[in-house]
């Protein structure tokens, strides 16, 4: 397949493309998206194959043995990230961050602290704060433009009332891959302060050249009796809408525990997201996604190029994650000012860094998981929409 290929999302049900309007007040027929966190490509043939197949047999009924859909999973962990995972410890959720709400329900109580690394993917506080838990924000630090954990800071703000930290790994939205001796830090951190820790990977096949994702569960063996790991096919492979994705979890009481709140909630998974996570899960999907890292590598470079030649504009480099993190601080605007200029003025529409949390403030969010030519012209609206700083 050619990832150039502008393919029109409109009218399609697409939150990302039909309700820019509606959100930002961008008329669709004008605008760019590059909020919604999916990518504007097909995923493999062979996974559009296996839906073709379930259409063409034509009965949707609930789905039984699981035995290759695991076997995928297995396969994929080992094959790809040297991650040895037994299938008895897989968990199928309804995406991720259903994930989340379930670690978050199974694990702690109404008014226990849950600790994040700000700024971070926005779901998790969310769904934290429904579920009437404490999001208690570790603010990362940033040195020369560049993330970094601060664990002294972070000691001083535990109270003994935290019961869990939820590590995003690679770092949405800051591109960064944690290395092996920061993410040994993190269990340390865990282990001080008595936190299960919570491994949200989704975005590990989304490496840029050059760099290496560590799976949470090779770096510490020691950490499994707390230690619960999430992964999915969803975002590597653009099938967000089949809302499946993967709880793993190696410690026994652990996953009965977890097993339990499945059970008593009746949850169950959706048959297209095993075919199609199944499909994805293989030699052929794996080569997809080798093309697909070079492309968005292609990506970064010119975007950064781009809005990096707009005084006092600033994107973090990219070390995975198809997401762009774009520091506006040193153009001495307001929030609410630079964000007009890339709204109205260019007609681009991204997330807005505070709602990641504490840090993201001067901060807005590029989805750069579309064709070339779209991220061509949002690098020109930009620079025209700050044209007078140049």
Request: proline share 4%; with cysteine; glycine share 8%.
């Amino acid at each position: 397949m050619s990832f150039d290929e502008e393919i029109d999302r409109l009218g399609t049900h697409s939150v990302k493309w039909d309700m820019m309007e509606r959100v930002y007040g961008v008329p669709a027929d004008k605008g760019i998206a590059m909020w919604v966190a999916d990518m504007d490509f097909r995923p493999p043939a062979c996974v559009q194959a296996a839906v073709e197949k379930m259409a063409s047999h034509g009965i949707y009924g609930y789905y039984g043995d699981d035995a290759g859909y695991l076997a995928a999973i297995c396969w994929w962990m080992q094959t790809r990230h040297g991650w040895k995972v037994d299938p008895k410890h897989i968990f199928t959720t309804h995406g991720l961050v259903h994930g989340t709400g379930m670690v978050v329900d199974a694990f702690t109580k109404p008014g226990d602290g849950v600790v994040l690394m700000t700024p971070v993917y926005h779901a998790f506080a969310r769904v934290i704060k429904a579920a009437g838990r404490d999001v208690v924000e570790c603010k990362l630090a940033l040195h020369e433009g560049r993330y970094e954990m601060d664990f002294a800071a972070w000691d001083a703000q535990m109270t003994g009332r935290e019961k869990m930290l939820i590590l995003c790994s690679p770092h949405n939205p800051g591109g960064r891959v944690w290395t092996v001796e920061e993410l040994r830090a993190t269990v340390d951190f865990c282990k001080r302060h008595d936190l299960l820790l919570v491994s949200d990977e989704i975005h590990h096949d989304l490496v840029m050249p050059g760099h290496r994702h560590h799976i949470m569960a090779n770096v510490a063996p020691d950490m499994a009796d707390r230690l619960v790991m999430m992964t999915a096919a969803t975002k590597t492979f653009n099938i967000a809408g089949c809302h499946t994705g993967n709880v793993i979890i190696a410690d026994e009481v652990l996953r009965k525990r977890f097993a339990d709140r499945m059970m008593a909630l009746g949850i169950s998974p959706n048959s297209f997201g095993l075919h199609m996570v199944e499909a994805a899960y293989s030699p052929e999907g794996a080569a997809w996604v080798d093309v697909l890292n070079s492309y968005l590598d292609g990506n970064r470079r010119l975007f950064e190029d781009g809005v990096n030649a707009i005084p006092g504009v600033r994107a973090m480099q990219l070390e995975a994650t198809y997401l762009s993190w774009v520091n506006l601080d040193g153009t001495g605007m307001a929030p609410a000012e630079f964000k007009a200029r890339v709204e109205k003025a260019a007609q681009i529409c991204v997330n807005h860094g505070e709602t990641f949390g504490a840090g993201g403030e001067t901060f807005l969010r590029f989805n750069l998981a579309t064709p070339r030519a779209r991220v061509v012209e949002a690098v020109t609206r930009l620079q025209s929409a700050f044209a007078d700083l140049q």
